[in-house]
C-alpha cells in the first residue's frame, strides 16, 4: 500500500517548531536564567498549560508578513506617484497625522523594545516565540508609519522631527511615559499593561474607527498601513487575552495582582486614549463615528463582553469605568478646547470648527455639546475675528501620573475641575482625578520620579524660561509654520493654492 | 447580557469571499459596512470554516490567509486546519 507523504497539522506543525526547539537547561539553575519571572509574586506552576491559538510558526510568520509588505508598499508608491496629498478631504485633517507621527509611532518602536525585552524574560518557549514575533511586528509598524508619512513631510509642515519630539515636547509626555511605565515594570505586568489592557481592550479605538476615518477622508496610505499594522493585531490581542487566562489559571494568588494591574492599566490607556477622542471629533473633516459611539461599540460592547468572560476567573470589570463611560460624552471637546489654547506650543495647528462640523456634534453629543462646548466656541470664535485668537500663556498645571493637565472635570458635575492632591514625604503632587491620585498611591516610588514638562522648563532644563524659546530650541517646533491657529497657517496656504483658490486675506489685498 | 463577538476586515476583493462564507455559516450574523471595512458580530460565536471558503473562492484556501486581511477580533479563538471560530463560552 502506498503510504502518502502525511503533511503535518497546524497544531504538531507548531508543536515541533517551537516547543521542541526548547530545552531544559541542565547546567545552570532556571531562576539564574529567567531572573525577571518572580519578583512580581505572580505564581507559574506549569508553562506547558500555554496555548497559543494562532499556531504561527515562523515559516508561515514570514509568508504572510512579506505578502503583508507588498501590498502596503505597492500602495505607498501609488500614492506618491499620484501625488496622493492633494486627493484627502482638507488639510486640516494633515494634523491628526502630526499627532499620529509624533505620539503614535514612537510607541510602536517602544512596543518592539518592549516584546524584544520581555521575550527574553519568559521561561515557557510559547511565550517567548509570541512575544518575539510581536516585537518584530512593532518595529514593521514603526518602520512603515514613518515611511507612509515621509510623503506628507515633503509637502506639510510639523512632520520633520518626530522622534526627537517625542521625547521633549509636553503634551507627548503623555505617550511617552505611559510606555515608559509599562516597560520598567515585570515582564506580566507588561503584558498585562500592553497586551491585554492596551490592546485587546482599548488599541481597536485608535486603528479601527479612526482608521477608517482615514480612509474616508481620502488618506490611502495611512488606512493601507493602519489596517495592515492592524492585520498584525489580531495575533497580539489574541496574545492578550491568552497571557490573562493563562496567568489566572496557574494560581488563585495571581487574581488580585492582575486586578490590580487591569485597574491601572484601564486608566492609564484612557488617559492616553484621550488625545484619539479629538483625534475623532475634530481632527477627521469627514466624519465617520463620533468618539462616544466608538466608546460604546469597542469598550462598553466589546469590553463588556470579555470582562463577562473573565468573570469566572474571579476578575471584574476596571475599577475606574464608569468614570471613563461617563467621560465618553465630554472628553474630546475638552481635549480640543485646552489643545486649541496652546496651539502656540504644538507641532500641530487647531481651529474651531466649522458651523456643519458643530452641528454634527450638536447631533452625536445631545446632552452635552450645545450646552457646555459649543458657547466656547462661539466666544473663541468671536475673539478670534475681532484679532484677539485666545492663546494661554500660563503652562498649565499636568497630573503627576498621566502627565495630561488637569484639564477634565468630575463625573456627573461637567463644569467642576477635577483635581486632587497629596503630600508625599514631604513634597505636594497634584492628579487629574481620584484614579491617577490612587495609582500614585500605590506605587509613589515610581511616579516621584516622573520627568513633568512643566515642572522642567520651570526647573530651567529646556533651553530657557519662557515659551518661544523652548518651543523653538528645545522641541524643533518651527515658529510660525508648524505651531499656531490653522487658518491662515502656511498649510492652510498650500492647500488652497493646491486646490486652485486664493488665500482669503490675498484676495482680500487684491480686491 | 448580550455577548457579542466580533472580526473585522479589510473591504477588498478576499473579503466579498469572507462575508459570503460567514453569512452563509453564520446566518444570524450582522454585517456592518464602514469605510474600507467590514464588521461582523455575532452573539457568542462565530465560525469561518476552510471548506465553506473554498467552495466560495473554487481554489484551496488555508485558514491562516485570513490574517492577512483580518483588522480586529473580540472572542476567544480556536483556530485549526479546518476552521476559525470566535466565541465567548
Ligand atoms: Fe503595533
Ligand atoms: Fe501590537
Ligand atoms: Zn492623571
Known amino acids: 500500500m502506498a503510504v502518502k507523504n502525511k503533511k503535518l497539522n497546524l497544531k504538531d506543525k507548531y508543536q515541533y517548531l517551537t516547543r521542541d526547539m526548547a530545552w531544559e537547561p541542565s547546567y545552570q539553575k532556571k531562576e539564574d536564567i529567567f531572573p525577571d519571572e518572580q519578583f512580581e509574586g505572580i505564581k507559574i506552576t506549569d508553562w506547558s498549560q500555554w496555548e497559543d491559538p494562532f499556531r504561527l510558526t515562523m515559516d508561515a510568520y514570514w509568508k504572510y508578513q512579506a505578502e503583508k509588505e507588498k501590498k502596503l508598499y505597492a500602495i505607498f508608491d501609488a500614492f506618491a506617484q499620484n501625488n496622493g496629498h492633494q486627493n484627502i478631504s482638507d488639510a486640516r485633517y494633515v494634523n491628526a497625522l502630526k499627532l499620529f507621527l509624533t505620539g503614535v509611532s514612537p510607541l510602536e518602536h517602544a512596543a518592539y523594545q518592549g516584546y524584544a525585552k520581555v521575550g527574553r524574560q519568559f521561561s515557557g518557549a510559547g511565550a517567548r516565540v509570541a512575544c518575539q514575533m510581536q516585537a518584530i511586528d512593532e518595529l514593521r509598524h514603526s518602520q512603515t508609519q514613518q515611511h507612509a508619512m515621509s510623503h506628507y513631510n515633503k509637502h506639510f509642515n510639523g512632520l520633520h522631527d518626530a522622534a526627537y519630539m517625542h521625547d521633549r515636547v509636553w503634551f507627548l509626555s503623555v505617550p511617552k511615559s505611559f510606555f515608559d511605565d509599562?516597560?520598567?515594570?515585570?515582564?506580566?505586568?507588561?503584558?498585562?499593561?500592553?497586551?491585554?489592557?492596551?490592546?485587546?481592550?482599548?488599541?481597536?479605538?485608535?486603528?479601527?474607527p479612526f482608521m477608517s476615518g482615514a480612509a474616508y477622508n481620502g488618506d490611502m496610505a495611512t488606512v493601507t498601513f493602519g489596517f495592515s499594522a492592524q492585520s498584525d493585531e489580531a495575533r497580539h490581542m489574541t496574545l492578550g487575552l491568552e497571557v490573562i487566562k493563562f496567568i489566572l489559571e496557574q494560581h488563585e494568588d495571581n487574581v488580585p495582582i492582575v486586578q490590580r494591574w487591569i485597574d491601572k492599566w484601564f486608566w492609564r490607556g484612557f488617559r492616553l486614549l484621550s488625545l484619539v477622542s479629538m483625534m475623532?471629533?475634530?481632527?477627521?473633516?469627514n466624519k465617520v463615528m463620533s468618539w462616544a459611539e466608538a466608546w460604546e461599540v469597542y469598550y462598553e460592547q466589546n469590553g463588556g463582553a470579555l470582562f463577562k468572560d473573565l468573570e469566572r476567573y474571579g476578575i471584574r470589570p476596571p475599577k475606574y469605568q464608569d468614570v471613563a463611560n461617563d467621560a465618553k460624552h465630554h472628553l474630546s471637546h475638552q481635549l480640543w478646547t485646552t489643545f486649541y489654547q496652546y496651539s502656540q506650543a504644538t507641532n500641530f495647528h487647531t481651529w474651531i470648527p466649522e458651523k456643519e462640523e458643530m452641528d454634527w456634534m450638536s447631533e452625536k453629543y445631545p446632552e452635552t455639546f450645545d450646552k457646555y462646548y459649543r458657547p466656547r466656541y462661539e466666544y473663541l470664535a468671536k475673539e478670534a475675528a475681532a484679532g484677539r485668537r485666545f492663546y494661554n500663556n500660563t503652562l498649565p498645571q499636568l497630573c503627576q501620573?498621566?502627565?495630561?493637565?488637569?484639564?477634565?472635570?468630575?463625573?456627573?458635575?461637567p463644569t467642576k475641575l477635577s483635581h486632587r492632591q497629596l503630600v508625599h514625604e514631604g513634597e505636594r503632587y497634584h492628579f487629574c482625578s481620584e484614579a491617577c491620585c490612587d495609582l500614585f498611591k500605590d506605587e509613589p516610588e515610581k511616579y516621584v520620579q516622573a520627568w513633568l514638562p512643566v515642572h522642567q522648563i520651570y526647573q530651567g532644563n529646556c533651553e530657557g524660561a519662557d515659551v518661544e524659546t523652548v518651543v523653538q530650541k528645545y522641541y524643533h517646533i518651527n515658529i510660525g509654520e508648524d505651531n499656531f491657529e490653522y487658518v491662515g497657517s502656511p498649510d492652510h496656504k498650500h492647500w488652497l493654492s493646491i486646490k486652485g483658490q486664493k488665500p482669503a486675506d490675498q484676495s482680500k489685498d487684491a480686491a | 447580557m448580550s455577548q457579542l463577538v466580533f472580526i473585522a476586515f479589510q473591504d477588498?476583493?478576499?473579503?466579498?469571499?469572507?462575508?459570503?462564507?460567514?453569512?452563509?455559516?453564520?446566518?444570524?450574523?450582522?454585517?456592518q459596512h464602514q469605510p474600507a471595512m467590514i464588521r461582523i458580530q455575532a452573539e457568542k460565536r462565530l465560525v469561518i470554516n476552510r471548506e465553506t471558503m473554498e467552495e466560495k473562492l473554487g481554489r484551496d484556501w488555508d485558514v491562516q490567509e485570513m490574517l492577512i486581511d483580518v483588522i480586529s477580533i473580540g472572542g476567544n479563538v480556536d483556530e485549526d486546519d479546518d476552521h476559525f471560530i470566535l466565541e465567548w463560552k
Open chain 1, 182 to 208: 509599562a516597560r520598567s515594570a515585570g515582564p506580566f505586568e507588561f503584558l498585562t499593561a500592553i497586551s491585554f489592557s492596551f490592546e485587546y481592550v482599548l488599541t481597536n479605538l485608535l486603528f479601527v
Open chain 1, 401 to 413: 501620573v498621566c502627565q495630561v493637565p488637569t484639564l477634565f472635570t468630575e463625573m456627573g458635575a
Open chain 2, 12 to 31: 477588498n476583493d478576499n473579503a466579498r469571499y469572507m462575508v459570503e462564507a460567514i453569512q452563509e455559516d453564520n446566518p444570524e450574523a450582522e454585517v
Open chain 1, 280 to 285: 475623532m471629533d475634530y481632527m477627521l473633516p
